[in-house]
């Protein structure tokens, strides 16, 4: 076995690929890097982060870069190097297992283990000297870790077993109640408490966007009509669109804001970030039909048209990075007033787009004050201003566009290309874009042809996790994901094989992540890919958003979904089921139970079901499709059918309506 030497270049990551050139000895994970620990009884190094984590990209500069610190490293540890994205089983574990020791996780995680796996210490991003945060310098972190195994072996072990039996009990999330109405009013006046009255949002800074949340209050306003739910929502939704949290130039969101404000982001863009926020816009602006959302949407998928998708062979990219360079921090998303008045060469121009986005000669970048972050700070002057601005936004694209974008991450990855593939599916009526479900529709027809294995026992190995690649695979996440977009897509189409397929993969995930006590576990019970050292023999029953939804959560939905498409009870008994073994701490969840609340209103409160029936291709039953899937409604299917005339049929619940046969007349019962 090669062991003085780095293994990560062959490897298919962006990240692991970044980190080929460093001096320490790096391994991937999997039973190699466990066999060497056990037989040179060294522990584990054990770093997990992403290609677009900011802090992964610092102490890689700072540490693993480092001869002298490599030098220890390679010396005292086995060191191994994991793509959180690729391996989020892997991530949710040791997760947890640092968050017991020290009160917080996050990336770059730093973890050292014993040759079995188990986390006997750990931290986050460790500075190479101590600094004035308090935080231990790396190097000197190192060597005692590295004393402490070889001298106090009998402590490390305790640890690594209390450690151990935390993460047990922790990983399995279920906690059996009654599903009713007042859970679902529990959960939403949980999430009101959070709410920041001033700015939008929950809680306080850093501020992340919650959008299953808004969608969850969102329906909620639309049954009870209560002021407050439609102001969460609108407040919310408004102030990431003004924040500089939202990129103004080129559409989409960054991960999250540093402040309360939303003004500050962390400048990486995620694709499951941008999915959910699309949809939640989409839905507001259905339900509410404010111009802002509506323009905020189409930014959304303008920008992943441009950065994440390749059209020819239909997929999504995972993400885009922050920086172009270590230590720029966001200088490609952000603009001197200098740099603005060159890009712009028209002095009214500048100064519109100073008072709009609040440009002055000192910006809000800590390591670059003369760096500004746009934000929406207050509207043009008068009318004939926003032309002016409209241009001027466009002439700012034009210059961003001649800098060096940072690195977008190619990899696509099943769970999230089925997100992304639900949002433009919405997307494609809300915002009457054909072209986006032209996309979304290729995209699912890859993820059913080449990630899709259904031999074998049980339904088969279920779906892979990343679309060309046969490894890894067995993720619950991404057979959900893949199940919602099937339903997304029968429901665009009317086409019965995508509803087959939802119900394939459904019938998958019961043989192999169902549980008789209800829920479902995050990885296949015979999974392979190797190292199913320590935690990875837990399996987990996660039901928190954290932040793409839990994949209990989704799972719910799906099976409501069926419920209401196809009117089996069978269903139902799932449905209900899968909620009852959650339903004992959803309430307390509120914000971060926010996907399986939305699957428990579907449970308790009606159902809206639109049936539209007539020949295929344009004319009015086509039309009344498109108006079907438009309209806003809570828990809402549509069914479209082949038939000689144009007809259409709305129930709420058990009552129906009669037949109608022009969009006018469907608009009215909609109304």
């Known amino acids: 076995m090669k062991s003085a030497a780095n293994l990560l270049a062959t490897e298919p990551s962006a990240y692991l690929k970044s980190a080929a050139h460093q001096p320490v000895h790096w391994f991937p994970w999997g039973d190699a890097a466990f066999a060497r620990a056990r037989a040179d009884d060294k522990p584990i190094l054990l770093d997990i982060g992403a290609v677009w984590c900011h802090w992964c990209h610092v102490m890689d500069g700072e540490s693993y870069e480092d ?23 892997v991530d949710v574990r040791y997760q947890r297992a640092v968050q017991a020791l020290s009160g917080q996780g996050g990336w770059p995680l730093t973890a050292f283990l014993t040759p079995g796996g188990e986390v006997f210490f750990g931290g986050t991003y460790f500075p190479p000297e101590h600094n004035h945060y308090g935080r231990p310098g790396f190097r000197s972190v190192l060597l005692e870790i590295a004393r402490a195994y070889r001298e106090d072996r009998e402590q490390v072990t305790k640890n690594a077993q209390a450690i151990r039996q ?207 972050v746009l934000w929406w700070k207050q509207d043009p002057a008068g009318d004939d201003e926003w032309p002016a601005l409209s241009a001027a936004i466009r002439k700012l694209k034009a210059a961003r566009d001649r800098r060096r974008a940072p690195f977008v991450d190619r990899t696509a990855y099943v769970n999230w290309n089925a997100m992304l593939a639900s949002a433009f599916l919405q997307a494609g009526a809300a915002l009457d874009r054909p072209e986006c479900n032209t996309l979304a529709l290729k995209v699912l027809e890859r993820i059913w042809k080449e990630t899709w294995d259904p031999k074998g026992h049980g339904g088969g190995r279920g779906m892979g996790h990343v679309i060309g690649r046969d490894e890894p695979r067995g993720l619950l996440d991404d057979n959900v994901q893949a199940a919602a977009a099937f339903l997304d897509a029968y429901e665009a189409t009317g086409t019965t094989p995508w509803l087959d397929r939802a119900v394939e993969v459904m019938a998958y995930c019961d043989a192999a992540h169902g549980d008789a006590a209800g829920g479902y576990f995050d990885v296949a019970g015979e999974r392979g890919g190797g190292a199913a050292v320590a935690y990875l023999e837990t399996r987990a029953k996660p039901i928190q958003d954290a932040p793409t939804p839990s994949p209990n959560g989704v799972a719910a939905l799906v099976l409501a979904r069926l419920w209401a498409l196809t009117g089996q009870v069978e269903w139902r008994a799932r449905l209900d089921r899968q909620l009852a073994a959650f339903a004992g701490g959803a309430g307390e969840l509120g914000l971060y139970g926010a996907t399986l609340l939305r699957a428990a209103d579907w449970a308790v409160h009606p159902v809206t079901r639109i049936e539209v029936a007539g020949p295929a291709g344009e004319g009015p039953a086509c039309a009344m499709h498109l108006l079907a899937l438009q309209a806003y409604r809570p828990r809402k299917v549509v069914v479209r059918t082949v038939a000689e005339a144009p007809a259409a049929t709305v129930c709420v619940g058990t009552t129906c309506s009669l037949p109608v046969a022009s969009p006018e007349r469907l608009a009215q019962l909609l109304s």
Not at 227 to 243: F, I, N, P, S, Y
Request: charged letters at 30%; glycine letters at 8%.
């Open 67 to 89: 001869a002298a610190t490599a030098e220890v490293l390679n010396r005292e540890f086995i060191c191994v190097k994991v793509d959180r994205d690729e391996r989020p089983d």
């Open 166 to 372: 935390h993460v047990t009990d922790a990983l399995d999330e279920a906690k059996p109640g009654d599903v009713s109405a007042q859970l679902v009013e529990q959960g939403a006046d949980q999430m009101a408490r959070l709410f920041d009255i001033r700015y939008g949002g929950f809680g306080t800074a850093p501020k992340f966007p919650h959008p299953a949340a808004c969608e969850f209050l969102l329906a909620r306003w639309h049954d009870t009509r209560l002021d407050w739910q439609r102001e969460v929502v609108e407040k919310t939704l408004t102030g990431m669109a003004r924040g500089g949290v939202r990129d103004h130039v080129g559409g989409g969101f960054h991960r999250y804001a540093v402040d309360e404000r939303w003004i500050v982001p962390h400048f990486e863009k995620m694709s499951y970030d941008n999915s959910e926020l699309l949809k939640a816009y989409l839905s507001a602006y259905q339900a509410l039909g404010t111009p802002l959302f509506r323009d905020v949407a189409a930014g959304i998928v303008d920008w992943v048209l441009e950065a994440l998708t390749d059209r020819s062979e239909g997929a999504f990219s995972a993400s885009q990075d922050a920086d172009v360079t270590a230590g720029d921090d966001g200088d490609y998303w952000t603009w001197t007033l200098n740099e603005l008045r060159e890009a712009l060469n028209d002095e009214t121009a500048l100064n519109v787009m100073r008072r709009v986005f609040d440009v002055e000669e000192r910006g809000e970048m800590h390591h670059n004050p003369a760096k500004n």
